[in-house]
C-alpha cells in the first residue's frame, strides 16, 4: 500500500476533531491553499479512505438497548454468514475475529422485546451459525472514531 501523503493525513486528523471544518480553516491550519485541500479531500473520498458522516448516541435517540454478540460460525459459511450479518440493519458492527468466536457483532434496539424478536427470528435463522454468545452493554464509556492515520513501518 502507498504511503499517504502528510497532507491528507493532517486533513483526515482535522475533519475527526470537526467533521465540518471549512477547507479554509483547514487550509490555514495546514499551510497550503484551500484549493489543495479541496482537490485532496475530493480525492480521499473518491477512493474512498474517508466519508464524512454525523453519529448520534444510540441511547440519546430512543436505543435503550445495546448488545455484543460473540459467534462460532461453520468455517465453510463464514463468508455467507458475514453477508447476511451485514444485511441486517439492525447490525452496525461485523468482524471475522480470531480467538473464542469466529465472528464478532454489534447491535442497537429500542427495547429486549426487539432484541429477543432479532435473536428468535433473525440470528438463529442464519445458516452456519453454531452458537450464539449475547452480552448486554450496560454503558457505552468510550465511543471513538479518531484513529488518526498510521505512519509508514520503517523495514530494515
Do not use: C
Not at 480553516?25 to 480521499?44: H, P
Not at 455484543?68 to 441486517?88: C, K, M, P, Q, Y
Amino acid at each position: 500500500m502507498e504511503a499517504i501523503h502528510p497532507v491528507d493525513r493532517q486533513i483526515i486528523e482535522l475533519l475527526q476533531a470537526d467533521g465540518r471544518m471549512s477547507f479554509v480553516d483547514m487550509a490555514a491550519r495546514i499551510g497550503v491553499t484551500e484549493g489543495t485541500i479541496r482537490r485532496r479531500f475530493n480525492q480521499l473520498k473518491e477512493a474512498g479512505l474517508i466519508r464524512i458522516a454525523a453519529i448520534a448516541d444510540p441511547f440519546a435517540v430512543g436505543f435503550e438497548t445495546a448488545a455484543f454478540f460473540g459467534l462460532r460460525v461453520d468455517t465453510a459459511d463464514i463468508e455467507n454468514v458475514l453477508h447476511d450479518l451485514v444485511r441486517l440493519p439492525e447490525i452496525h458492527y461485523v468482524a471475522a475475529a480470531t480467538g473464542e468466536y469466529d465472528v464478532v457483532a454489534r447491535a442497537f434496539f429500542a427495547n429486549n422485546q426487539e432484541l429477543a424478536d432479532f435473536l428468535l427470528h433473525k440470528l438463529s435463522r442464519i445458516r452456519g451459525i453454531r452458537e450464539i454468545n449475547s452480552s448486554l452493554l450496560l454503558r457505552i464509556y468510550k465511543r471513538s472514531y479518531t484513529w488518526g492515520v498510521a505512519l509508514p513501518s520503517s523495514r530494515a
